[in-house]
T-cell receptor, first 115, second 114 residues
Framework: DAGVTQSPTHLIKTRGQQVTLRCSPKSGHDTVSWYQQALGQGPQFIFQYYEEEERQRGNFPDRFSGHQFPNYSSELNVNALLLGDSALYLC??????????????FGPGTRLLVL | AQSVTQLDSQVPVFEEAPVELRCNYSSSVSVYLFWYVQYPNQGLQLLLKYLSGSTLVKGINGFEAEFNKSQTSFHLRKPSVHISDTAEYFCAVTPDNYGQNFVFGPGTRLSVLP
């Protein structure tokens, strides 16, 4: 049973560029959440997708957008990259909306470096 | 809004000694509480969670945590640590109603020394 998978594992971009990160949820899960984890800090919630719609959003600018596909996989897009966007981006999946006590399972993350 | 405080950024402890990692939270509504562990270069793994019922929660790898509503705390404990427990530990909360997201603490780095 495959867990949560993310691609790519590492990415280097320059300021102003755009990036797309991908996530496949754990088998049987229908909800995907994205988190940004800066170095030495805890994860910060970006947004959550359920039934192909953004259901909740954290305190992130509109440069951060996402999408969920019919097979429940998800993409995180970041436009106009800033140096401060350098971080580990974590995807988490759950069955049902996380926030109702459902356990979230995390992927290994994509490490983004913006130069 | 919710917030989570983990007062100890680093906790060094010798192998086979007990350990307690502290977590306090702030919320105006009832919450669910979680502890996650992050090993180097990996994602987060759930250790345990409190939803309701008994305030003493047992998790994987011999960890347990106790929910104290009056002190708004959810401290993590293990009676005897191993070298393999060296990792970053995160406490997280989410309100117990629909439409809310997880809030994580800043993490505690547990270093188990031989």
């Amino acid at each position: 049973d495959a867990g949560v998978t993310q691609s790519p594992t590492h990415l280097i971009k320059t300021r102003g560029q755009q990036v797309t990160l991908r996530c496949s949820p754990k088998s049987g899960h229908d909800t995907v959440s994205w988190y940004q984890q800066a170095l030495g800090q805890g994860p910060q919630f970006i947004f959550q997708y359920y039934e192909e719609e953004e259901r909740q959003r954290g305190n992130f600018p509109d440069r951060f957008s996402g999408h969920q596909f019919p097979n429940y996989s998800s993409e995180l897009n970041v436009n106009a990259l800033l140096l401060g966007d350098s971080a580990l981006y974590l995807c988490a999946s759950s069955f049902g909306l996380a926030g109702l006590g459902e356990t979230q399972y995390f992927g290994p993350g994509t490490r983004l470096l913006v130069l | 809004a919710q917030s989570v405080t983990q007062l100890d950024s680093q906790v060094p402890v010798f192998e086979e000694a007990p350990v307690e990692l502290r977590c306090n939270y702030s919320s105006s509504v009832s919450v669910y509480l979680f502890w996650y562990v992050q090993y180097p270069n990996q994602g987060l793994q759930l250790l345990l969670k409190y939803l309701s019922g008994s305030t003493l929660v047992k998790g994987i790898n011999g960890f347990e945590a106790e929910f104290n509503k009056s002190q708004t705390s959810f401290h993590l404990r293990k009676p005897s640590v191993h070298i393999s427990d060296t990792a970053e530990y995160f406490c997280a909360v989410t309100p117990d109603n629909y439409g809310q997201n997880f809030v994580f603490g800043p993490g505690t780095r547990l270093s188990v020394l031989p």
